[in-house]
């Protein structure tokens, strides 16, 4: 499932193609990809504006502007304030979902979802979901200080490269949780967009087993290991992401690469890049976790 740094990396891209642009149509050529909005998001989308695209860890949005209920109002387009969206196109790619822009007149994909068209005449926007696991959805936004977020994810935490992310908030939360460490970064009502492959690398770069109590951990640590999540994630966005196979693709539809620069995860028996140890691999949460065995040894009162 692609994590934040490969959902960023998608952000930026749509950011950069649909800002300003106004939706002249929405097909929904399979219902699970929209199984929240029901037979719902054509008459959702048409005639609204796409502000921006933002994101929260894992999830997507497109903030909507109705132009056509300003005027119902009376609000000039002119007007000093900047528009405010009501509602958002929220999107989560699950295990195999791609966004991409794509020319009107091209091919349809093999497993494309939805097909957004614009008044513009440009490129479209296309969701293709091989597995069916990732939707789109359109919901209220509710304001969080010191942003709005939609609805279905005001239970998401702050992720580590948003400037409302608190460290101090983080840590104490973090110790009072007496779990491993590593299913503590995966919750994202803790902290957001960290995945299995993240986690693994950073706990490798702070010297960490991922079976480490919470509750053991200095906040000197906890600092540590916040500052290897941030490094080995904002390294990742540098490379467009990490692709192990052709699901994960940018909006043109490229894919990343930052599996080259990987140190543990996906590793087993290789050496360890900072001691030469075979890097090992243990059953997790119905996963794998991988690291290395002298640089995080194993605690006594590991949490699994």
Same mark, same amino acid.
């Given at each position: 499932m692609p994590e934040l740094p490969e959902v960023e990396v998608v952000r930026r891209g749509l950011a950069s193609w649909v800002a300003g642009r106004t939706i002249a149509s929405a097909e929904v050529l399979h219902p699970r990809a929209v199984r929240r909005n029901a037979g719902e998001l054509p008459d959702q989308l048409k005639g609204r504006t796409i502000l921006s695209a933002e994101r929260r860890g894992k999830y997507l949005w497109l903030p909507l502007h109705d132009s056509a209920a300003d005027d119902a109002r009376g609000v000039s387009g002119d007007a000093a304030e900047p528009p405010v969206a009501a509602e958002a196109l929220l999107a989560h790619l !699950?295990?195999?979902?791609?966004?991409?822009m794509v020319e009107p007149l091209a091919p349809?994909? +093999? @497993?494309?979802?939805? *097909?957004?068209?614009?008044?513009? !005449? !440009?490129?479209d926007l296309r969701f293709v979901d091989q597995r069916t696991f990732g939707h789109l959805l359109v919901a209220p936004m509710v304001h969080m200080s010191p942003r709005s977020v939609p609805e279905p994810i005001t239970h998401i935490a702050a992720d580590p490269l948003e400037s409302a992310f608190d460290d101090a908030e983080f840590?104490?939360?973090? *110790?009072?949780? @007496?779990?491993? =460490? +590593?299913?503590?970064?995966?919750?994202?009502?803790?902290?957001? !967009?960290?995945?299995? =492959?993240?986690?693994?690398?950073?706990?490798?770069?702070?010297?960490? @087993?991922?079976?480490r109590p919470t509750e053991t951990l200095s906040r000197p640590a906890i600092a540590e290991l916040l500052s290897a999540v941030r490094e080995v994630m904002s390294e990742a966005l540098?490379?467009?992401?990490?692709?192990?196979?052709?699901?994960?693709?940018?909006?043109?539809?490229?894919?990343?690469?930052?599996?080259?620069s990987l140190a543990v995860y996906g590793r087993r028996d290789e050496p360890c890049p900072r001691c030469g140890t075979a890097v090992r691999r243990e059953a997790f949460m119905n996963r794998s976790s991988y690291?290395?065995?002298?640089?995080?040894?194993?605690?006594?009162?590991? *949490?699994?």
């Open positions: !699950g295990m195999s979902g791609q966004l991409l349809l994909e +093999k @497993h494309l979802r939805v *097909r957004l068209g614009f008044t513009d !005449g !440009g490129p840590a104490n939360r973090l *110790r009072r949780r @007496h779990t491993g =460490i +590593k299913r503590a970064l995966l919750d994202q009502s803790l902290i957001s !967009g960290v995945g299995n =492959i993240y986690a693994d690398e950073a706990l490798w770069r702070a010297r960490l @087993h991922w079976a540098g490379q467009g992401g990490t692709s192990f196979d052709s699901l994960y693709v940018n909006v043109n539809g490229e894919s990343g690469y930052f599996d080259r690291s290395c065995p002298k640089c995080q040894p194993t605690p006594r009162n590991a *949490r699994p």
